[in-house]
């Protein structure tokens, strides 16, 4: 069954009941809402990733839909809620599917503690991965969606997610949500790519957002074993990319300061975090021109197998 054929099945009108489920990564999600167009939007991006229509198997119970009262039908606004509780104030109708992503994200952040969770990009070619760790406004997500249609396959763009136990990434392959300036420099380097209508004026500017490559979504219960860590940053009209190799203490540093719960995890965090600097090579990458970059980032990875 297709995710439309399961989205009608269960009411293409009201998702009632349990909610509509479909995974992301490790996790699975039920969500209900009477959004029509958010159920586009959702069918678009994530066709292949219905699941099993089981409560019990849900991790995350979340609900988008019309705010109530006289704000259903004057100046309407979308609210979100994990589990009954609303973490987050209203935002604009017209902004519902933004909303959504950023509540999900905000619920793996704050409960998927059984990961240490790197505020990073993650890709993967012939078995092994590529970190980007970056601070919000960096190119972090520009980059991956660059990498993820020039040969590497998707991991996530947002939560590089590290298994404690063997020191794997878990994929997580989202929709990216480009912001700003990023929006016209993916749509005209990608322009066969599928990139969603553009959210103005949202909290975090004008969005779009970029639907990962089927490849990755058809994979992503298969996680991959990090082999080099490239810190990026876009800097405008450079015209050469600046490379660095990292030494390994500042690695794990800079590692540290983009973890969303390194603290939280406490030794696990520690020891997690010693395992990856450990395994894969460190760099910062400064770069203004997407080409440039994705060639700077074949040269270190050249030595992979495959």
Same mark, same amino acid.
């Given at each position: ?59 995350? !119970? ?6 109530? #009262? $006289? ?5 309407? !606004? ?48 012939? #078995?092994?991965? $590529? ?14 969606? &660059?990498? &993820? ?6 991991? &996530? ?37 599928? $990139? ?28 991959? !074993? ?39 995890? #406490? ?30 980032? &074949? ?8």
């Amino acid at each position: 069954m297709t995710l439309t054929e399961l989205m009608h099945a269960q009411d293409r009108r009201g998702c009632v009941g349990d909610g509509l489920f479909y995974r992301s990564g490790p996790f699975i999600i039920a969500l209900r809402t009477r959004l029509a167009d958010t159920l586009d939007l959702l069918e678009q991006f994530y066709g292949p990733c219905w699941a099993s229509r089981d409560p019990a198997v849900a991790h995350f !119970q979340v609900e988008v839909n019309s705010a109530s #009262g $006289l704000r259903r039908w004057w100046r309407t !606004q979308a609210v979100f809620a994990l589990d009954g509780l609303h973490p987050f104030e209203p935002f604009p109708r017209e902004h519902a599917f933004p909303l959504l992503e950023w509540g999900l994200n905000w619920s793996i952040a704050t409960r998927a503690h059984l990961y240490l969770m790197l505020h990073a990009g993650a890709l993967e070619r012939n #078995g092994q991965a $590529l970190l980007l760790p970056a601070m919000p406004g960096a190119g972090k997500s520009t980059l991956s969606a &660059a990498l &993820a249609y020039r040969g590497w396959r998707l991991l &996530a763009d947002e939560f590089g997610l590290i298994r404690p136990a063997d020191g794997a990434i878990v994929p997580l392959p989202r929709a990216i949500p480009l912001k700003n300036r990023s929006i016209p420099v993916i749509r005209e380097f990608l322009p066969d790519a599928f $990139l969603g209508p553009v959210f103005p004026k949202t909290r975090k500017g004008d969005v779009a957002h970029l639907r990962p490559p089927l490849p990755s979504l058809e994979r992503q219960t298969e996680p991959a !074993q990090p082999r080099w860590i490239t810190f990026p940053r876009f800097v405008p009209g450079l015209r050469r990319p600046q490379l660095k190799r990292l030494e390994k203490s500042l690695g794990f540093t800079r590692l540290a300061q983009n973890a969303f719960n390194y603290r939280l995890l #406490g030794e696990d965090g520690f020891t997690t975090l010693v395992r990856l600097v450990r395994e894969c090579a460190c760099f910062s990458l400064e770069y203004g021109d997407l080409d440039a970059a994705i060639a700077l980032i &074949a040269e270190i990875t050249a030595d992979a197998p495959g």
